[in-house]
Each structure stands twice: as structure tokens, then as C-alpha cells.
């Protein structure tokens, strides 16, 4: 047997490492791998460090710069950072042993919909209210084929997510992602990038022990600090400014009398109890206060309960479960009808979105834009049968 030289196996070593970390980026950039990055698990002790300065926001500075997503006015300061950046389009999960999450009351937008088997997922868009310091989200989860057409809808968001459904047929996320050219312009898969922007944290809620797949955390910051490696900044890939191309809703410059909606109530599945939602209007905020599975719904990151001011619940054709993993569908591009509640009222409005990449339109019966609230939206999508208590 012939014996390798020590420099020799040196060298050889290194090449190998070289050949199998080219490797590996080509297939995960090209093809997107499905390998869990982030093996590092933090204690609960340890804490990544932040790759971005934040702003220092005068706290006497005027709030007179309209965000773009739910019309929610900030400062200057505030406004000349996002312009640099587009919005994060989070999967955020909800099992019972995801609660409570990391980041939700820091949304400006969030979706909510079935994800599988009756259990919902949320779709968070952070953009203006996430610039002055960095927000923790988690846990973050895989992707979902409808909440990749919603987020169509914001002119290509960063999509944030931990791999997806990767099947042949109507629920193959991964598939759209790729035919769509997001692997190469707005994708941030947890399984391309990994450690530290994406960890393990198992110690996130002390004292709750839950499976792996419930502990994936991130921050914008650290989201926002890859895209910016990648040149994935405010221009989209045909060298557009993202704010001259996104449709934004319409706001109420003149929040409309008070109605007398104080509680709103719905189910996503009859018999899913541990799902179901009740807002609570509060007066003195403008606020819709939110409760899940019958207890306050709160931001683990400061245990403040979530609220918003809009809530808006579209109806749509939901089929499924469609396979053994118990994947849903629901139609997103078409007509249907929503209820839009702001200002402690509700109004009766339809819903249009025409194509994929279109954003969702809301209009009363005559076509005009209904005016929301200026403030954070929070919209469930429920099947066409589905209940709405008020």
C-alpha cells in the first residue's frame, strides 16, 4: 500500500473541503437544498450579533411619512430607511407549541390561512414599523403555495421560509418559487443560508420544551443584512425602484364615527378550537385587540397582546386536505367577498385580484377603494361556509 505524504494529504484535504463548499452553494443556489444549515442551537446565554446599525429615531421628530404598506404614518428618518430595503414576507407557524411567537405585533401586514390538517400559518410582512431596532421572529416555517401568490401581490418581498411544500402538483411551493425566479432575486430559504442568521433556539420560551421543528428564529436585521450581501436592496432585478412599482391600498385621512362592533368571532375549521380567533374593539386605542384559542394573543418578544387596526376576513374556495400531509389550496386570484372591520365598524366590501403578481384590490359595491385604517392589517382567509360572529 502506498503511503500518502503528510503535505501531500494536507493539500488534498483542503481541496476536497474547497470542492464540496462549491458544491454545495452551486446545487442550494440552483436547485434549492433541502439541508438543515443552522446546527448551532443556542442555550438560551448566547446571542448572535447584530449585522446592521440601527436608527437613532428623535423622539420629538413629526410622524408625517405614510408607509407604504398599511398607511400608518413615521418619521423621516424612518422612511429614508426602508426606501433602501424591500419588505420581508415572514412564514411564521402556529401550533399550539409555537406560542407565542416572536414578531407578530410588529407586522405591518400579516395573513392567515390553513396551512395543514386545521392548523393556520401566518404570512408577516415587516417593512416600516421594523427600522428603528432589530425585531426577533419565530418560529419561522416552511412555505405554502397561496401564501406565495399573496406575497406576489407586494412586488417582490424578500420570501422568508424554512423550505416548503416540495411535491408534484397544485401544492408545490418550492416548485413555484423556482419557476417564478425568486431563487435568485427574493428568496431567503432557511436551507441556503443557515448560521447565525437563522438558529435554533430551544430555550426561546423558558421552561417550554418542544420538537426542533418549532424553534427556527431570525431577525430582520439579519434577513435584511443578507438580502443587502446579495444586492437584493430596494431595485428589483429589471433595475426598478420597488416603491414606483408597488400598488398601494387606500387610507382614511378622517377615521370614520365609531361603530358598535366590540367582538368579532370565527373559526377556520369547525371543531379546531385551539385555532380559533376573537378580536376584541377597543375604543380608546382604535384597536382591535386579539384573542387565540380563548387567551390574549401576545408578542413573545414583549409580552404586549396583539392588535390591530384593520381586520379584514376574505372569503375564498378552500379544497382539501389533498394529499396524506393534509395540504390545503385555496383560490387567490378571482372575486370574492370580505368583510373589512376598522373603527370599531364593519363593512360588507368585495375582493378582486386578477393575476398573481396583482395586489389584492377592496372595493364597495359601486367599484370605489374602501378606505382603511391607517394602521397595521391583519387579514384571515377562510372558506366560503365559514361563520363570522360580530
Not at 430607511?81 to 411564521?92: D, G, H, T, Y
Not at 373589512?340 to 359595491?365: A, C, H, M, Y
Request: hydrophobic share 35%; net charge negative.
Amino acid at each position: 500500500m502506498t503511503k500518502i505524504k503528510k503535505p501531500h494529504l494536507f493539500i488534498a484535504l483542503i481541496l476536497y473541503v474547497l470542492s464540496a463548499g462549491t458544491t454545495y452553494a452551486l446545487s442550494s443556489a440552483i436547485f434549492g437544498s433541502q439541508q438543515d444549515t443552522s446546527q448551532q442551537i443556542l442555550s438560551g446565554e448566547e446571542q448572535p450579533t447584530a449585522l446592521s446599525s440601527l436608527l437613532q429615531i428623535d423622539p420629538t421628530a413629526p410622524k408625517d411619512q405614510e408607509c407604504p404598506l398599511n398607511g400608518e404614518m413615521f418619521t423621516l428618518a424612518e422612511r429614508e430607511a426602508w426606501e433602501k430595503r424591500r419588505p420581508l414576507f415572514v412564514m411564521i407557524e402556529n401550533s399550539p407549541d409555537a406560542r407565542p411567537q416572536s414578531g407578530l405585533g410588529r407586522a405591518d401586514v400579516v395573513f392567515e390561512a390553513v396551512a395543514e390538517g386545521g392548523v393556520t400559518r401566518f404570512g408577516a410582512i415587516f417593512y416600516c414599523d421594523s427600522q428603528r431596532d432589530e425585531v426577533t421572529i419565530a418560529p419561522v416555517r416552511s412555505a405554502r403555495t397561496y401564501f406565495v401568490d399573496w406575497a406576489s401581490g407586494f412586488n417582490l418581498p424578500m420570501y422568508v421560509h424554512v423550505g416548503g411544500a416540495n411535491l408534484s402538483g397544485p401544492a408545490d411551493a418550492l416548485g413555484q418559487i423556482r419557476q417564478y425566479g425568486w431563487s435568485l432575486q427574493t428568496d431567503l430559504d432557511q436551507f441556503s443560508i443557515g448560521y447565525p442568521t437563522f438558529i435554533r433556539n430551544n430555550n426561546r420560551i423558558p421552561g417550554k420544551k418542544v420538537a426542533t421543528e418549532h424553534t427556527m428564529e431570525s431577525s430582520t436585521e439579519k434577513l435584511w443584512a443578507v438580502a443587502e450581501e446579495r444586492g437584493w436592496t430596494s431595485v428589483d432585478p429589471d433595475g426598478n425602484e420597488w416603491l414606483a412599482d408597488y400598488t398601494s391600498w387606500v387610507f382614511e385621512d378622517e377615521p370614520s364615527p365609531v361603530g358598535s362592533v366590540k367582538k368579532i368571532a370565527y373559526d377556520f375549521w369547525s371543531g379546531y378550537n385551539q385555532f380559533s380567533v376573537e378580536w376584541e374593539y377597543d375604543e380608546q386605542s382604535n384597536r382591535f385587540l386579539r384573542n387565540m384559542a380563548g387567551e390574549q394573543h401576545v408578542d413573545h418578544n414583549d409580552g404586549s397582546r396583539i392588535d390591530m387596526a384593520n381586520v379584514i376576513v376574505l372569503k375564498t374556495v378552500e379544497k382539501g386536505p389533498i394529499d396524506e400531509l393534509k395540504h390545503m389550496l385555496y383560490t387567490t386570484v378571482g372575486k370574492g367577498k370580505a368583510l373589512v372591520f376598522k373603527n370599531g365598524d364593519v363593512l360588507e366590501v368585495n375582493w378582486s385580484k386578477p393575476t398573481r403578481i396583482s395586489q389584492i384590490s377592496f372595493t364597495d359595491n359601486s367599484g370605489k377603494p374602501v378606505e382603511l385604517a391607517r394602521g397595521p392589517i391583519w387579514i384571515s382567509v377562510l372558506g366560503l361556509g365559514s361563520e363570522v360572529i360580530y
